[in-house]
C-alpha cells in the first residue's frame, strides 16, 4: 500500500519504534533485574544500584531456598491445585456450556440469566466464606479450586464456541441414529479441542497465579499453602528468611535480597516456561470472547 | 395443541426428551446454586447479630443496624474516598493506556517488529500478582535500584512502599505495567475489522496519518471503548484485592484500605461476619446500580449497550 510519506510522517514512524521499544523494555527489564540479583552478593546489590548481568555470578541463594522443605512443597501444592483445579474447571464448564449452547431447551434462557446475574451481582467476600466454612471446606486442599471453579466468563465464551459449531453436523448424526450423548462425545468434544485446550490454559494459569482463596479458606492449614502465598510471606513478611532451612552455621548466609530474588524466580520460571504454548492460543481466546451477541 | 397442556406435563416431555441435556447441566447448576446463590442467602446474615456459636437460625435478628453504624461509622469515609480514588485513578490512567497503545501498534509497518514487541508486552498479564508485588518491593525497596538510581542525582532515598503519597501512583503504574500491553488485544482486534479502502480512499483524498486516524481508525474503537467503559463503572466499587492487599502496609494503611481489605480484616480474621456482610451487601448494590445505569446510558446516546 502506497502512504503519504511526509518529512512529519518519517519522524512519527522514528517516535513511534523508539516509544515502543521503550515500552517493551520497561516491561522486560525488571524481570532481568531480578534473575541477576538472585545470583549476586549482597556487596554489589547495594553498590552497583541497577545491574543486569552480575559480576561475580554465586549461586548459593538457590542452594539456600533448595535446602528448604517448605519452598518444593509448595510448588507441589501449587502444581496439584492448577492439575486438579484445571480438570474439575473444565469438566464443570464443558458439561454445563454444552446444554447452554442449546437455543431450543426448555429453560435454557432461565439459566442463561441466573448464570448472567452473578456476574452482575454477588453475595460478597462474608457470605462466600460463610459458605465454604458450612460446607466443611474451610482449611482443605478443595477450597482451593471448589469455591471458584467455574469462570462465569470462560462458560459464556465457551458456550457461544459450541454455538458456531454447525448445526448441520448435529443433524446428520441423530438422522444416522446418533444419540444425545453420542453427539456430545464423538461429534462435539472432538471438534471442540481447540477450545477446550485454549480455556484448559486459561484456568491452569488463573489457578498457578492464585492466591486469595489460599489467604481467605486456608489460614489454618500452612501445610497447603500454594507457593504464592509462601512467596509472599518470605519476600514482603519474613524478610528473605526461610524458617526451615537449616544452614551451616560456618558457612556465610546468604545475602536476604539475593534470597528473595532467588525465590521470585523460583515462581515465576513455570509461567515463563508454558508462556510460549499459551501466547499461540490466548489471541484465540480473546477473539472468540470478543464477539458480543 | 401443546399450548394448553398444563406446565408440569410439558415440562415432563421435556425431561422425557432431553435428559441428557439436562443431566449435563446437573454439575455446573449445583455448583451455581452452592456457591454463588448460597451466598447470596447467606446475607441475610447482614440484619443479624451473627454468632458463630449460636449459627444462623438461632442468632439475633437486628435490622438494618450494621448498615447505620457504617454509614455514620468513622471508617466509611476513608474506605470510601480511597476506593474511589483507585477507581478514578485507574478510569482516568490505565484505562486508556492499552487503547494509546494499540493505536502505537496499529502505526507499525514492520510485521515482525511489531509481533516482537507484543509477545514482550503481553508477559506481564500472566504474571500473578503476588510476584509483581514482590518484584515491586525489591525494586522501591530502601536499597533497591531505584532508590540507587536517585541517588546518583543526591536525592532520597525515598520509603516509597510505607509513604502515603507514593500508594496510588505505585497502583496505577503496577496496573498499567502488568494491564496495558495484553489490554491492547480487544482494541487490535478492532482495528483489524477496519476496512483497508478507506485507508486508501483517505490517502486519495490527502489525508495525512494524524487526520486518519482520527477520522477512521479512533471510530472504529468506539463501541468496544464503551462497553469496556460499561464494565469499569460497573466495578467502581470493586478495587483489585490481590493487587491492595500486597502493596498496603502500616504505613500507608490510611490511603491503602478500601472496602474489600477492612471487610478481610474485620470479617474474616476479626470474626464481624454481620457487619463486614453488611459491607458487602452495600457493595454489591452500588455496583449492580452503576453498572445499569452505565448500559442505560450509553444505550441513551446511541451506543449498543451491555445486554
Redesign the interface.
Known amino acids: 500500500?502506497?502512504?503519504?510519506d511526509?518529512i512529519?510522517?518519517r519522524i512519527?514512524?522514528v517516535f513511534?519504534?523508539l516509544?515502543?521499544?521503550f515500552?517493551?523494555a520497561?516491561?522486560?527489564l525488571?524481570?532481568i533485574?531480578?534473575i541477576a540479583?538472585s545470583f549476586a552478593s549482597q556487596a554489589e546489590?547495594?553498590a552497583?544500584?541497577?545491574?543486569l548481568i552480575p559480576r561475580e555470578p554465586r549461586t548459593e541463594a538457590y542452594l539456600y531456598i533448595l535446602e528448604s522443605r517448605l519452598l518444593p512443597r509448595a510448588m507441589w501444592i501449587s502444581i496439584l491445585m492448577t492439575g486438579v483445579g484445571t480438570a474439575v474447571s473444565m469438566?464443570?464448564?464443558v458439561?454445563?456450556?454444552?446444554?447452554?449452547s442449546?437455543k431450543y431447551?426448555?429453560?435454557r434462557n432461565v439459566?442463561l440469566a441466573?448464570?448472567v446475574f452473578?456476574m452482575?451481582?454477588?453475595?460478597?467476600?462474608?457470605?462466600?466464606?460463610?459458605?465454604?466454612r458450612a460446607?466443611g471446606l474451610l482449611n482443605s486442599f478443595w477450597a482451593l479450586i471448589?469455591?471458584?471453579?467455574?469462570s462465569v466468563w470462560n462458560?459464556i465464551v465457551l458456550m457461544k464456541f459450541f454455538q458456531s459449531i454447525p448445526e448441520e453436523l448435529e443433524e446428520s448424526a441423530r438422522i444416522d441414529g446418533a444419540?444425545?450423548?453420542r453427539v456430545?462425545l464423538q461429534i462435539i468434544l472432538p471438534l471442540s479441542t481447540a477450545g477446550i485446550a485454549t480455556f484448559s490454559l486459561f484456568y491452569a494459569?488463573g489457578y498457578?497465579?492464585?492466591?486469595?482463596p489460599a489467604?481467605?479458606y486456608l489460614?489454618g492449614a500452612p501445610d497447603l499453602w500454594p507457593l504464592?502465598?509462601v512467596?509472599?510471606n518470605i519476600?514482603?513478611m519474613a524478610g528473605g528468611v526461610i524458617q526451615d532451612v537449616v544452614w551451616d552455621p560456618d558457612a556465610l548466609q546468604p545475602p536476604p535480597?539475593s534470597i528473595?530474588?532467588a525465590?521470585?524466580v523460583f515462581?515465576?520460571v513455570p509461567?515463563?516456561l508454558v508462556?510460549p504454548f499459551?501466547?499461540k492460543h490466548?489471541?484465540k481466546g480473546?477473539?472468540i470472547g470478543?464477539i458480543?451477541g | 395443541m401443546s399450548k394448553t397442556q398444563p406446565l408440569s406435563a410439558r415440562f415432563a416431555r421435556a425431561i422425557r426428551r432431553y435428559w441428557v441435556l439436562y443431566l449435563l447441566c446437573v454439575p455446573g447448576a449445583l455448583f451455581f446454586i452452592l456457591f454463588r446463590y448460597g451466598p447470596m442467602w447467606g446475607i441475610l446474615v447482614a440484619f443479624q447479630d451473627y454468632n458463630i456459636w449460636r449459627g444462623f437460625w438461632d442468632s439475633d435478628w437486628v435490622g438494618f443496624a450494621h448498615f447505620t453504624r457504617f454509614f455514620n461509622g468513622p471508617n466509611f469515609r476513608v474506605l470510601m474516598t480511597n476506593t474511589l480514588m483507585l477507581s478514578l485513578l485507574n478510569i482516568v490512567f490505565a484505562f486508556p493506556a492499552p487503547i494509546i497503545l494499540a493505536l502505537f501498534l496499529n502505526e507499525l509497518r514492520l510485521a515482525w517488529f511489531k509481533r516482537t514487541i507484543q509477545t514482550l508486552i503481553y508477559v506481564p498479564h500472566f504474571i500473578s500478582w503476588v510476584i509483581i508485588g514482590s518484584m515491586t518491593f525489591m525494586l522501591l525497596s530502601h536499597g533497591g535500584p531505584i532508590n540507587a538510581f536517585l541517588g546518583n542525582f543526591g536525592v532520597g532515598p525515598f520509603p516509597f512502599l510505607t509513604s502515603v503519597g507514593a500508594f496510588r501512583p505505585i497502583m496505577v503504574v503496577q496496573g498499567i505495567w502488568r494491564g496495558a500491553g495484553f489490554g491492547t488485544i480487544i482494541f487490535l482486534a478492532a482495528l483489524s475489522s477496519v476496512d483497508m479502502e478507506q485507508y486508501e480512499a483517505a490517502i486519495v483524498d490527502g489525508a495525512s496519518r494524524w487526520r486518519q486516524c482520527w477520522h477512521i481508525t479512533l471510530p472504529a474503537l468506539r463501541s468496544v471503548v464503551v462497553l469496556l467503559l460499561i464494565l469499569q463503572m460497573g466495578s467502581v466499587l470493586d478495587t483489585n484485592f490481590d493487587q491492595v492487599v500486597l502493596l498496603s502496609n502500616a504505613g500507608n494503611r490510611s490511603v491503602s484500605d478500601v472496602i474489600e481489605t477492612f471487610v478481610f480484616r474485620e470479617g474474616i480474621i476479626g470474626g464481624n461476619f454481620s457487619f463486614t456482610t453488611a459491607i458487602g451487601v452495600f457493595q454489591s448494590i452500588i455496583g449492580l446500580i452503576l453498572v445499569v445505569a452505565a448500559d442505560r446510558t450509553a444505550k441513551a446516546v446511541g451506543q449498543s449497550g451491555l445486554f
Open positions: 500500500m502506497k502512504r503519504n511526509t512529519y510522517s512519527f514512524d513511534n519504534v516509544f515502543l521499544i515500552f517493551a520497561v516491561t522486560t525488571p524481570f533485574y531480578i540479583g546489590i547495594t552497583r544500584g541497577f545491574f469438566f464443570l464448564t458439561t454445563f456450556a454444552y446444554p447452554l442449546k431447551l426448555p429453560g439459566m441466573l448464570v452473578t452482575l451481582f454477588s453475595g460478597g467476600m462474608i457470605p462466600t466464606f460463610l459458605t465454604v460446607l471448589i469455591p471458584q471453579a467455574i462458560l444419540t444425545d450423548w456430545f494459569v498457578w497465579n492464585s492466591f486469595r489467604l481467605l489460614g504464592q502465598l512467596l509472599r519476600v514482603l535480597d528473595r530474588n525465590v521470585i515462581a515465576t509461567i515463563l508462556y499459551i501466547q490466548f489471541t480473546v477473539m470478543a458480543k
